[in-house]
């Protein structure tokens, strides 16, 4: 009989799934070995053990549960981060509003490794969660499974909207479905439409600040993303951006926008 064995950890747990698999193995025991970390001990302080784990091929299931940001130590910015949002270290100040940078493409890295599976998950999509998991526990070798996972503090989002969190992910071009099967890509949903990002961003407090310059800009990244994924240009849809409450002026706190 097959057992699972799990596996969370910041940044050493790459070493430690791999030590375990390899225990697991010189005893004769079948296991299926699973690791799991955030986006900030996979995208960035973690990447090297994990590029090291791909490489060899080694016999695990990664997940990354990607929240976006450093959400454990403080709500500092990760290369996961999005265009625009608001983090402890990507304030909102007088000249620069929130992060500048677009995220970083993790499972294409991960795939770039030649892995057998590797695959994006949303909980508001749960047939195509069950199938892929289902999947990786079936493969052999390196499985990578990125998961959109919100957080509620970092996000500024109400408790009750992460499922809807999620679907408009996908629908507005921010979270793409698809896996990667032996080197070959292959989306797994496509919305029937292109819902304009503005609809994701105002409802997370993370967003609230951002202008219409930098929406159209994401925006503009979204429908490049959506080519790339889905092989045909999208109608570019308007970013018309909910009225703006009055805020107090900036004050100088690095804090601002908390």
Request: hydrophobic letters at 35%; aromatic letters at 8%; charged letters at 25%.
């Given at each position: ?5 799990p596996?969370?950890?910041l940044?050493?747990?790459?070493a430690?799934?791999?030590?375990i698999k ?9 296991a ?10 996979t995208?960035?302080i ?5 590029s ?13 549960l990607?929240n976006?940001?450093y959400?454990?130590?403080?709500i ?6 999005p265009?625009?949002?608001w ?8 000249e620069?509003?929130g992060?500048?940078r677009?995220k ?18 949303s909980?508001?999509h ?6 892929k998991?289902q999947?990786?526990?079936e ?8 998961c ?12 009750s ?5 999620n679907?408009?992910?996908v ?6 479905l ?5 080197g ?5 949903y496509?919305p ?12 997370q ?10 929406a159209?800009e ?15 240009d ?5 970013c ?5 409450e ?6 100088g706190?690095?804090?601002y926008?908390i």
């Amino acid at each position: 009989m097959e057992d699972t064995v799990p596996v969370h950890g910041l940044r050493e747990h790459r070493a430690v799934t791999s030590g375990i698999k390899a225990a697991l193995r010189r005893r004769h025991i079948d296991a299926t070995v699973v690791g799991m970390a955030g986006d900030g001990g996979t995208f960035d302080i973690g990447l090297q053990a994990l590029s090291g784990a791909a490489e060899r091929n080694e016999d695990i299931i990664y997940v990354c549960l990607d929240n976006e940001a450093y959400m454990n130590t403080g709500i500092q910015r990760s290369s996961a981060t999005p265009f625009g949002a608001w983090t402890t270290t990507t304030p909102v100040g007088l000249e620069v509003k929130g992060n500048r940078r677009f995220k970083k493409d993790i499972a294409r890295i991960v795939a770039d490794h030649d892995v057998p599976y590797v695959a994006t998950l949303s909980v508001a999509h749960f047939t195509d969660f069950v199938r892929k998991v289902q999947k990786a526990k079936e493969t052999r070798g390196f499985r990578f499974l990125h998961c959109l996972t919100p957080c509620i503090p970092g996000w500024r989002i109400e408790p009750s909207i992460g499922v809807s969190i999620n679907r408009l992910a996908v629908d507005t071009g921010m979270w793409t479905l698809y896996e990667v099967e032996n080197g070959v890509p292959k989306v797994t949903y496509r919305p029937k439409t292109m819902v304009p990002v503005t609809e994701y961003l105002k409802l997370q407090g993370r967003f609230r600040h951002i202008s219409e310059a930098d929406a159209r800009e994401l925006q503009a990244w979204l429908c490049e993303k959506w080519r790339v994924h889905y092989g045909e240009d999208a109608p570019v849809p308007p970013c018309v951006l909910p009225p703006q409450e009055d805020v107090l002026g900036h004050d100088g706190d690095t804090l601002y926008g908390i």
